[in-house]
């Protein structure tokens, strides 16, 4: 799909919402560990663990879609090649298509182990959410020279790791059209511009039903709404 049509990909962590988004024509569905704060009201990804991936992702699965189901490898379970193949063969078996994992050279040994073991591989670079504790909070990443420089190197290291595809996450928009024009992988943004090969948002944010904040970058509709109405008109004709 690089350079021939905009991909478009959401998250999805049940099967209604699978089979919805499927019915809409979405291509690639993401079994996203964001599932950890919008699904189960965690404060962040890291509390996610292998037994919920596996459960949300047989979820998902359940739907058939046409689309491609991709699942995280959540917090803690690729800490080396050995474990990143054996817990992206469980998600596999759960119906995943596809597993992604955050980081650049610091796993690029564990993309290509996954890889070479005969599983689809997606990437995740710009600002980390597995990280979050560590870095303070949600920031976009790419605004300094270093910052870029390592963004670079970092999406070399993938590609040369076999990556069929890499998400950009608050990757500042310039340096994100740079990488979308040298790989040779499409790049889906979230956060990052208008110039990825596509665009990812987590399906309750776009929906407008998410707890909490909904990201800047996203314009939600007004589905929380219509919601709250209809649960009132139900309540009040009682």
């Not at 090969?197 to 589905?223: A, K, N, Y």
Request: with cysteine; charged share 20%; net charge negative.
């Amino acid at each position: 799909m690089k350079g021939r049509e905009k991909i478009a990909a959401l998250t999805a962590y049940d099967y209604p919402t699978a089979r919805l988004l499927d019915e809409c024509g979405v291509p690639l569905l993401l079994v996203g560990d964001s599932l950890g704060m919008v699904v189960l009201g965690y404060p962040d990804t890291t509390h996610v663990t292998m037994q919920e991936m596996l459960h949300h992702t047989r979820a998902v699965a359940r739907a058939c879609p046409g689309a491609l189901i991709v699942a995280d490898l959540p917090f803690g379970s690729y800490e080396t090649p050995g474990a990143g193949v054996a817990n992206a063969r469980r998600l596999v078996e759960a119906g995943a298509e596809a597993v992604k994992a955050e980081g650049g050279r610091a796993i690029a040994g564990q993309a290509r182990a996954i890889v070479d073991a005969g599983i689809p591989f997606m990437g995740h670079l710009g600002m980390l959410p597995q990280h979050v504790r560590e870095e303070g909070g949600y920031h976009i990443k790419g605004k300094s020279d270093e910052e870029r420089d390592a963004l670079h190197h970092d999406a070399d290291a993938l590609e040369a790791a076999g990556v069929f595809a890499i998400v950009l996450e608050l990757v500042a928009p310039p340096v994100a059209r740079e990488l979308t024009a040298r790989m040779a992988v499409p790049t889906i943004g979230i956060g990052s511009g208008a110039d990825c090969d596509g665009q990812i948002l987590v399906t309750s944010d776009l929906f407008g039903t998410s707890p909490g904040r909904i990201p800047r970058h996203v314009q939600p509709s007004r589905l929380g709404d219509a919601m709250r109405a209809a649960v009132a008109a139900w309540k009040a004709g009682l």
